[in-house]
T-cell receptor, first 114, second 113 residues
């Protein structure tokens, strides 16, 4: 039982390049989330998927797209990376979007855009 | 605007000593408050979760308190260990939806031998 896994762990991109961050969970959770964490700031929600087949914008969605591939997998795509997207990205999952359910986080992807 | 403020930003304590971290929030409507521990290079891990009707919640050497009237919470670490070195994040749920979490910036704790 690995929980939430993310790939890659580290990535360096040049401005304008694209990439996809992968996330998978093995807890049979319905809801999945993508956050970014910047130094000195709290985590901010980029996109979330309440259930398979649905996705919605969070607080900071600009410059990102997501795909809920199936119940297990939720990917985050940067179409044209910008230096402002340098951050640590965390994927999380929970039983549902009801606030009583805990969110379980992956280990993160550290992305640098030069 | 919903906000969660934590203090101090960082602190250093000696192994075996106690410490208390503070969290003030201006979130409405309040649903619950969580404390997470985040080790360097890892994702956050939940320590406690409290609804507005709960005043205290413990998890081993970690004890969280909540005063919903003053919108303040604290996390007390008892008999600190080197493994307690981490960032501690206060998170408040806005309303009943888990996708509306407001995260504090965290308090970085360093435990020295």
């Amino acid at each position: 039982n690995a929980g939430v896994t993310q790939t890659p762990k580290f990535q360096v991109l040049k401005t304008g390049q694209s990439m996809t961050l992968q996330c998978a969970q093995d807890m049979n959770h319905n809801s999945m989330y993508w956050y970014r964490q910047d130094p000195g700031m709290g985590l901010r929600l980029i996109y979330y998927s309440a259930s398979e087949g649905t996705t919605d914008k969070g607080e900071v969605p600009n410059g990102y797209n997501v795909s809920r591939l199936n119940k297990r997998e939720f990917s985050l795509r940067l179409e044209s990376a910008a230096p402002s997207q340098t951050s640590v990205y965390f994927c999380a999952s929970s039983e549902s979007t009801d606030a009583i359910y805990e969110q379980y986080f992956g280990p993160g992807t550290r992305l640098t855009v030069t | 605007k919903n906000q969660v403020e934590q203090s101090p930003q960082s602190l250093i304590i000696l192994e075996g000593k106690n410490c208390t971290l503070q969290c003030n929030y201006t979130v409405s409507p309040f649903s619950n408050l969580r404390w997470y521990k985040q080790d360097t290079g890892r994702g956050p891990v939940s320590l406690t979760i409290m609804t507005f009707s709960e005043n205290t919640k413990s998890n081993g050497r970690y004890t969280a308190t909540l005063d919903a009237d003053t919108k303040q919470s604290s996390l007390h670490i008892t008999a600190s260990q080197l493994s307690d070195s981490a960032s501690y994040i206060c998170v408040v749920s806005v309303g009943a939806a888990g996708n509306k979490l407001t995260f504090g910036g965290g308090t970085r704790v360093l435990v020295k031998p």
